[in-house]
């Protein structure tokens, strides 16, 4: 279910224009973060690092304050058991 609710979340922000994401950038983004670093099968990690990228892409500067959470999040996936989890924090 977490995994399929990041998934969804990634297709919305995909899908959604800039101008119209502008004002939930930071009610998605701050929760994301923290759920990221919790013990989440790495499913769950994959699909939330792939929404955290489609954010980063779509807001940019407006991201600004979560640079360095975004950054730590990223440097740890990298180091994850997992290959898609790998994967995804490389492509950030």
Do not use: C, H, M
């Not at 990041?6 to 929760?31: H, M, R, W, Y």
């Amino acid at each position: 279910k977490r995994e399929a609710a990041a998934s969804g979340i990634g297709e919305i922000v995909e899908l959604t224009d800039a101008a119209n994401l502008k004002p939930f950038l930071i009610k998605i983004t701050g929760p994301l973060i923290r759920v990221v670093g919790d013990r989440f099968p790495s499913g769950v990690k994959a699909a939330i690092l792939q929404t955290l990228r489609l954010l980063l892409d779509k807001g940019g500067k407006f991201l600004k304050p979560f640079v360095p959470q975004l950054q730590t999040s990223f440097v740890k996936a990298l180091s994850d058991q997992s290959k898609a989890v790998r994967d995804r924090g490389a492509a950030a």
